[in-house]
């Protein structure tokens, strides 16, 4: 028979998973660190750090202007002055590709960030108090999430024209949409957890427990999120601009790049094969990036689970 004396010896039982207040998030320093255990995540992190270099001081270093014309030199072929060519109007490919990146990187993070500031809180509040307002908002979601993201980019834009704040703008309302579902349906598995139920007890206000105990809680996921917008940012936005939807044609972009070069891609590729591997490298060293920052923090990235 056990006694008292065995059963306090032994100290109070551990607490169940149901008791256990889920992981907080991880600290900077310890996600730099699985990060460099990986090689694939060390080429992807290598890859982003030299396109956000490059786009950094791009301005700085570009060797000619990005709108200079050299009649005498269309569509030039790589030389010592030209190390990618020239374009259709004499235009340095090498200046054009270097401040592109520019753009592409300004919008994605852009659009990525406020979609995942205002999806992120509205998907905690609307997991966290439910009721009609979860009901009306989640139904308007699912009716604007069964519309081709691509139709809505090109209908808001048509509406309020071209420039990089509408399409900021669009690519932000098109991924709060998914982010607001995402960010639900993770905090409705953390509402039920007893140092919600506790919090509420202690008559803490709802913005109190959604700041403090509901954040923490699914800041690791947003993160991922935040990655992964920003990896399909890019692809929107240089693919808006071969539609011809992006920016003025003056402007240095991938997209626009290869929409106007197309044409002469039999007989000077470099003015198409530039942007085009700028933009897959970018998008190939974020989704390298966003796999390792993933598995540091313990996420599923298809299903933003916990593994």
Same mark, same amino acid.
């Given at each position: 028979?056990?006694?008292? !004396?065995? /059963?306090? @010896? =032994?100290?109070?039982?551990? #607490?169940?998973?149901?008791?256990?207040? #889920? %992981?907080? =998030?991880?600290? #900077?320093? $310890?996600?730099?660190?699985? /990060? +460099?255990?990986?090689?694939?995540?060390?080429? $992807?992190?290598?890859?982003?750090?030299?396109?956000?270099?490059? !786009?950094?001081?791009? #301005?700085?270093?570009?060797?000619?202007?990005?709108?200079?014309?050299?009649?005498?030199?269309?569509?030039?072929?790589?030389?010592?002055?030209?190390?990618?060519?020239?374009?259709?109007?004499? %235009?340095?490919?090498?200046? %054009?590709?270097?401040? &592109?990146? %520019?753009?592409?990187?300004?919008?994605?993070?852009?659009? @990525? /960030? +406020?979609?995942?500031?205002? &999806?992120? +809180?509205?998907?905690?509040? +609307?997991g966290y108090v439910g009721g009609l307002l979860d009901e009306v908002v989640m139904r308007l979601v699912d009716a604007t999430l069964a519309l081709p993201g691509l139709l809505l980019l090109l209908t808001i834009i048509t509406v309020f024209g071209g420039g990089w704040r509408v399409i900021l703008g669009s690519l932000g309302l098109l991924y709060v949409q998914r982010i607001i579902r995402i960010v639900r349906a993770a905090t409705l598995d953390v509402v039920p957890r007893d140092f919600i139920t506790a919090a509420r007890a202690r008559g803490e206000r709802a913005t109190t427990i959604v700041w403090r105990e509901l954040l923490p809680n699914v800041r690791d996921l947003l993160l991922v999120e935040f990655a992964i917008r920003a990896s399909w940012s890019v692809v929107a936005v240089s693919g808006l601009a071969f539609l011809g939807f992006g920016v003025p044609p003056t402007t240095p972009d991938w997209g626009l790049m290869i929409a106007e070069n197309r044409q002469a891609l039999a007989y000077a590729p470099w003015c198409t094969l530039y942007p085009v591997l700028a933009i897959s490298s970018l998008v190939i060293g974020f989704n390298l990036a966003i796999d390792g920052v993933a598995k540091a923090l313990g996420l599923d990235r298809m299903h933003g689970a916990p593994q």
């Open positions: 028979m056990t006694t008292t !004396a065995s /059963l306090t @010896s =032994a100290g109070p039982p551990s #607490p169940t998973n149901e008791q256990r207040r #889920p %992981r907080r =998030a991880a600290t #900077p320093l $310890g996600i730099w660190r699985t /990060l +460099l255990r990986s090689p694939t995540t060390r080429v $992807g992190v290598v890859i982003l750090s030299i396109h956000l270099l490059v !786009a950094l001081i791009s #301005p700085w270093i570009a060797p000619y202007s990005a709108t200079a014309l050299d009649p005498a030199n269309l569509y030039g072929a790589p030389s010592w002055g030209h190390p990618f060519g020239a374009d259709q109007y004499g %235009r340095d490919v090498l200046t %054009r590709v270097m401040l &592109g990146g %520019r753009l592409a990187l300004m919008i994605s993070l852009s659009a @990525s /960030l +406020l979609a995942v500031l205002v &999806g992120g +809180l509205l998907g905690i509040w +609307l």
